[in-house]
């Protein structure tokens, strides 16, 4: 299996089991900031999430990487770059099938960011 086949993540937030109630709600644990801080400074960069956009809304839940470079005006190495980024953070999987690597959003992890900063309505 390649490199590329295989899901590089530095932080696993499969394994942050108790990052997913609100903040508002519960604190979070050192453990859940440390890895939830990664995925969160990923997307803190505007082309990293413009990347995310284009992927999680991908038609087939998955675009290729032939598809995402000619959107911006950079180079191909740069935008990989940005790619490794967004797959070290754990927010997106890779798959190569020929030359081209496909990626896909991490729906679960997309879920606990979500869940994080959710605030339920206060009471009138």
């Known amino acids: 299996m390649s490199k590329q086949s295989a899901p590089l ?3 696993d937030l499969d394994a942050v089991t108790s990052c997913c ?3 508002t709600q519960r604190r ?7 890895a939830l ?3 969160f400074k990923a997307l803190g ?4 999430l ?4 284009m992927i999680a809304s991908a038609e087939g839940g998955e675009a290729c990487v032939c598809d995402l470079t000619p959107a911006f005006d950079l180079t191909g190495p740069t935008i990989s770059h ?3 980024t967004l797959r070290e953070a754990g927010l997106v999987e890779a798959e190569r099938r020929g ?13 606990q960011l979500a869940s994080l900063l959710a605030v339920e309505p206060a009471d009138s």
Not at 28 to 34: E, Y
Not at 50 to 53: G, N
Not at 100 to 110: D, I, S
Request: net charge positive; aromatic share 8%.
């Open 9 to 11: 993540v530095a932080i």
């Open 99 to 111: 030359t081209w690597v496909y990626y896909r959003a991490r729906p679960g992890v997309l879920r």
């Open 45 to 48: 960069d505007p082309v990293r």
């Open 50 to 53: 413009q990347l995310m956009s």
């Open 21 to 23: 109630a609100p903040l």
């Open 37 to 39: 801080a990664a995925a």
């Open 82 to 84: 940005h790619l490794k």
């Open 28 to 34: 979070v644990s050192a453990q859940a900031a440390g």
